[in-house]
């Protein structure tokens, strides 16, 4: 198995495109592959050397695609399978390798194997799904306690059989039942369909919820997500990802990077060890939560609670595993102002501070569309402007609740994952040059007049041009101590400033990130011995430099040392 894995996600930048959202060929208003395929050159020129795609499978869309009606075709708004194959093409002549989301905690309520499942116990497909009776003298109670991630009970009655259907997110979106070795064996087969057809590698959506604890036992109460201790690192999990890596996975040279929510490092090395073989990678969320409370409500961001989670993350993993570095993607707000707070006419220092401080750890660095021109967050007004089904969920839980849509859409504004799906802004044109149509199907950001890759790329100074410039780091002389060096932090206490060295074979990388829009001192560390400094890269054009100096506001310097 050695021989077939090369491990080449460890040497790749990634760039995430959330379909619907990229670009639109067609005028319909909604993203798409041959959208996707017309900026294949775009993504070569910035240096991205993988793409993950979220799911662009046949879905009724009742989360955006993450309910998959068919496993083996395209979403008819998407395209043709032809159009994914010319794109897959196109993306591996420019030496872009594929990740597609793999979504099988779930499916569509409209999948063929649910639409016989729900005919009647006696189904063969019955048992590909988790039904349970009722509680209570009429069983009209649902089987336990769990919520679903989406708010409210995460289970549906069905009348047609008199019992209850497990759904840990949306109600169309059922869960399959992973105890079934028909259920695993199905997985694998579809597995095997992408993987020869050219993917490369794949990002496990909620991995973590597929076994649950026998019994189904109610949980501990929690008000956002009551039971997650039973079907979160169940108890066959381990034994089921070693089965589908076994049967299917080792037999490419593939990668997978699995969505592990409240993940600690012990149990992110369980799965991602490389003698373990399970998963490579995974997307832990502590630095995503935390400026949050209950992983949801705003609170304000200190930047020591972030450093002292990427210091465990980057101690934790090295030498046994490896990081997945990434500030935003699909479920998460624009990163701009959340971790810089009011950058005011600082948008670009910031954005390329940002961008500085995660991509010179140990990892793979994930750049989600937009970021790399500092896309921010959206001035949603009402709630009716978004469409998340998270959103529209709680807002139906809080229709009873005095002022609940004024308290809801204050937490969206900053926090709803409609932010980070807002059209991607290309131009100054009309609908930020996403779409000819008159309405798309998400609002764009009023500031694509400004913000936009057009623009961008004219500006020799922009927030683009500098991530060229960082990605092109990362495959410089640099790399093999921006991939095996050791992690050293300094000026830990520090609130305003986030330094950290990188240590390989006598040669280092010093790191230093002011995350403030004030000047802010610094002192070379006493310990840190060296012959010769040269300047890597600085989102300045003077840099402040080394010594005792005042870095200024959002200044990011990247120093090699001899």
């Known amino acids: 198995m050695e021989e077939i894995r090369t491990r080449w996600y460890k040497d790749a930048v990634i760039y995430q495109i959330y379909p619907r959202s990229f670009l639109d060929s067609n005028g319909d208003g909604i993203g798409d592959i041959k959208g996707i395929i017309s900026k294949l050159d775009y993504l070569q020129e910035l240096g991205i050397n993988a793409v993950w795609l979220s799911p662009c499978y046949k879905s009724p869309n009742a989360d955006n695609g993450y309910d998959i009606s068919d496993y083996r075709d395209i979403m008819d708004e998407f395209g043709t399978l032809e159009d994914w194959k010319v794109m897959v093409d196109g993306m591996h002549t420019r030496g872009i390798k594929l990740i597609m989301d793999l979504v099988v905690n779930h499916t569509s309520d409209e999948h063929l194997w649910f639409k016989e499942s729900r005919k009647s116990i006696n189904n063969p497909y019955r048992d590909y799904y988790i039904w349970r009776k009722g509680r209570g003298k009429d069983g009209k109670k649902p089987p336990n306690n769990w919520t679903s991630r989406f708010g409210g009970s995460a289970w549906k009655y069905d009348e047609t059989t008199d019992e209850w259907f497990l759904h840990l997110f949306n109600d169309k979106q059922p869960d399959l039942n992973w105890d079934n070795p028909k259920v695993r064996q199905e997985v694998g087969d579809m597995v095997k369909y992408w993987l020869d057809l050219g993917v490369d590698g794949f990002r496990c959506d909620v991995i973590t919820y597929i076994s649950k604890r026998e019994g189904l036992p109610d949980g501990k109460f929690n008000p956002f997500v009551c039971g ?25 040279d593939c990668m997978t990077v699995g969505e592990a929510a409240g993940v600690t490092i012990r149990e992110a090395l369980d799965y991602t060890d490389e003698k373990n073989n399970e998963l490579d990678t995974v997307f832990h969320f502590e630095h995503v939560e935390s400026d949050t409370i209950a992983k949801l409500l705003p609170r304000k961001f200190e930047l020591t609670r972030l450093k002292k989670i990427f210091l465990r993350w980057q101690h934790g993993m090295f030498g046994k595993s490896w990081n997945s570095l990434y500030y935003e993607n699909h479920d998460q707000p624009r990163s701009l102002p959340r971790f810089v707070g009011d950058y005011g006419e600082l948008r670009k220092e910031a954005a390329k501070m940002l961008a500085v401080s995660i991509h010179m ?202």
């Open 228 to 252: 997650d201790e039973h079907f979160t690192h169940g108890p066959h999990i381990h034994e089921y990802l070693k089965e589908l890596n076994a049967n299917v996975l080792s037999k490419y």
């Open 361 to 562: 750890q140990q990892g793979s660095p994930y750049v989600y569309q937009g970021q790399e021109i500092g896309m921010t967050n959206c001035p949603f007004e009402n709630l009716d402007e978004f469409e998340d089904v998270m959103v529209r969920t709680v807002r139906g839980m809080l229709k009873n609740v005095p002022f609940g849509d004024k308290l809801l859409l204050r937490v969206m504004q900053k926090r709803a994952r409609d932010h980070a799906r807002t059209p991607m802004q290309w131009s100054a044109a009309d609908n930020a040059g996403f779409t000819t149509a008159e309405k798309p199907w998400l609002k764009v950001n009023p500031n694509y007049t400004e913000i936009n890759v057009e623009e961008a790329l004219k500006d020799e100074d922009s927030i683009l041009n500098f991530y060229k410039k960082l990605i092109a780091v990362r495959k410089s002389g640099l790399k093999e101590i921006i991939k095996n060096g050791t992690y050293t932090e300094y000026y830990e206490k520090r609130s305003d400033i986030f330094v950290y060295e990188r240590s390989f074979k006598g040669e280092k990388l010093l790191v230093i990130c002011n995350f403030k829009n004030n000047p802010a001192p610094f002192k070379i560390p006493m310990e840190l011995a060296y012959n010769s400094a040269e300047l890597v890269i600085s989102n300045y054009k003077e840099a402040s430099g080394l010594g005792t100096v005042t870095l200024k506001p959002y200044e990011a310097m990247v120093y090699h040392l001899k």
